[in-house]
């Protein structure tokens, strides 16, 4: 295993943990996180799913060696609701400061007594401990009575995400290439940038935009899915498509059918686009649906997913991905609607979403269609059989697409790299073009949603929505 922990908290999980801590009274204070565990190419990464605080007194009291402590009857109560969800056990305190934080010696030597008993029982999930000062973490984690790991940083998962640190790190100069938006994100902005890993889902239209804005800005990682062929309706639309990945000119289309010619794949334009644009990014070009799982498991140790493709299975998985893995989500799209009856344009919009963990959800929002998404999951065969012959293509522009695109990697851009004010509103917008005007709407969390509730931060716990793997 990759050794490195790192720890993601939903913003009003952080919340409540900051109005404990950091009351008035300028003390110390105790609470346990329960952590579902996600282990990932890019090390261990813990999602903060439970919080239990610790009262004042009764469960937090002047310590027998150190200042101050968790009574042994609270761990346990702990330790045993984590064992039995399948959690790691992290205790929680506080230290006075700001910017950078450390456990005391009286603090290492309380893990190192307590630690591997709490290990037999959680039988699995690691046990460790947290220190926060206002805007600085550090964490000791132990995996087992032999082998622990320092946490590496804590993401707070909310409108405005908000990396913590054991201290302040000193970023390296942006490469001259990224000068001009240095310039505005600051060699912490650029180094950020440098550090991510974002997935795209849906490589057409709108995540074509997305990809060359994303590797032009520096992202040091982006994996992107589709399962699509270029085809000679979306060049107009696709950036880096060029006639011949649809087919050779000298081919007329009859010929190229029968011939069974293959037009380029759009994740290999993608690739092409985000190499050149950045020879030294890392890509993953994924060539599968979202519903295949082991696509969907490619985005689980994102920084941020761009939602492009515009199926309800698609918003179902990436829904679902954003809340249990605490994974921001900006869903961008357009759509031109045409009165069915007159055939006249009632309406043309470029929409983006930004959902945020537990905070905005597209079921919550209405935005996932029950039966859409049953005909969408029933087979070619069963479809033809429902008569669900929606084939006619949708009005798409590239203009519309790039406003949808610009304004998704504008949002994800200025909440990552902390330009964005921290009470912003996660508000979603809509651009009219035709009535001229911007429509702000709110975003919505329903307190009894599953997905945005019960199953938030649930990681690997609870499966994803996809199809069943072949063994
Ligand atoms: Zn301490
Ligand atoms: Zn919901």
């Not at 439970?50 to 009764?58: Q, V």
């Not at 009574?71 to 330790?79: I, K, N, W």
């Not at 001009?180 to 912490?188: H, I, P, S, T, Y």
């Not at 012959?389 to 949808?404: C, G, K, M, Q, R």
Request: hydrophobic residues 40%; contains cysteine.
């Amino acid at each position: 295993m990759n050794g490195t922990a790192s720890l993601r908290l939903p913003g009003a999980l952080m919340d409540d943990l900051r109005a404990h801590l950091f009351c008035a009274d300028g003390d110390e204070h105790g609470a346990v996180i329960g952590a579902s565990v996600h282990q990932t190419g890019r090390g261990m990464r813990l999602l903060a799913r439970r919080l239990f605080l610790a009262e004042d007194g009764i469960d937090y009291v002047p310590g027998e060696r150190g200042y101050r402590m968790l009574t042994p009857g609270f761990v346990l109560r702990c330790v045993r609701s984590c064992s039995q969800e399948g959690l790691a056990y992290l205790a929680v305190h506080n230290h006075p400061g700001t910017d950078r934080v450390a456990f005391s010696c009286d603090d290492m030597a309380s893990h190192r007594r307590g630690y591997p008993a709490l290990l037999d029982i959680l039988d699995g999930p690691p046990a460790g401990a947290l220190v926060f000062a206002r805007n600085a973490v550090a964490g000791d984690i132990w995996l087992s009575p032999q082998d622990q790991i320092e946490l590496d940083h804590a993401v707070v998962t909310g409108r405005t995400p908000q990396v913590l640190y054991p201290a302040p790190r000193k970023p390296r100069t942006a490469d001259a290439r990224y000068d001009r938006q240095a310039r505005l994100f600051g060699d912490r902005g650029q180094a950020i940038l440098g550090s991510q890993k974002i997935g795209i889902v849906g490589a057409g239209g709108v995540g074509s935009l997305v990809n060359e804005y994303l590797a032009r800005l520096g992202i040091g990682h982006l994996v992107v899915i589709d399962d699509d062929q270029i085809e000679d309706t979306n060049t107009s639309r696709v950036v880096g498509a060029r006639a011949s990945d649809w087919k050779p000119r000298w081919l007329s289309a009859r010929i190229a059918r029968r011939l069974g010619w293959k037009p380029t794949p759009k994740i290999r334009i993608a690739e092409r686009v985000a190499k050149e644009a950045n020879p030294d990014i890392r890509f993953d070009a994924i060539d599968a649906d979202i519903v295949d799982p082991n696509a969907a498991d490619r985005l689980a140790d994102c920084d941020a997913i761009f939602l492009a493709a515009d199926t309800m299975r698609a918003r179902h998985v990436v829904n679902s991905i954003c809340h249990r893995y605490l994974i921001p989500v900006w869903q961008a799209g357009t759509k031109v609607q045409v009165n069915d009856s007159t055939g006249d344009i009632a309406d043309v919009f470029s929409v983006v979403r930004h959902l945020v963990p537990g905070e905005s959800c597209l079921w919550c929002s209405g935005l996932i269609d029950r039966t859409r998404l049953a005909e969408e999951a029933a087979s070619p065969d069963q479809r033809a059989a429902q008569t669900y012959i929606d084939e006619i293509p949708n009005p798409s522009v590239i203009t519309l697409n790039a406003v949808a695109a610009a304004h998704a990697v504008d949002d994800y851009l200025f909440t990552t790299v902390g330009l964005t004010s921290p009470d912003t509103r996660a508000e979603w917008i809509r651009h009219h073009p035709l009535a001229g005007y911007f429509a702000q709407l709110k975003t919505h969390s329903e307190p009894d949603c599953r997905q945005c509730g019960e199953h938030l931060a649930a990681g690997p716990l609870e499966p994803l929505p996809v199809r069943e793997r072949s063994q």
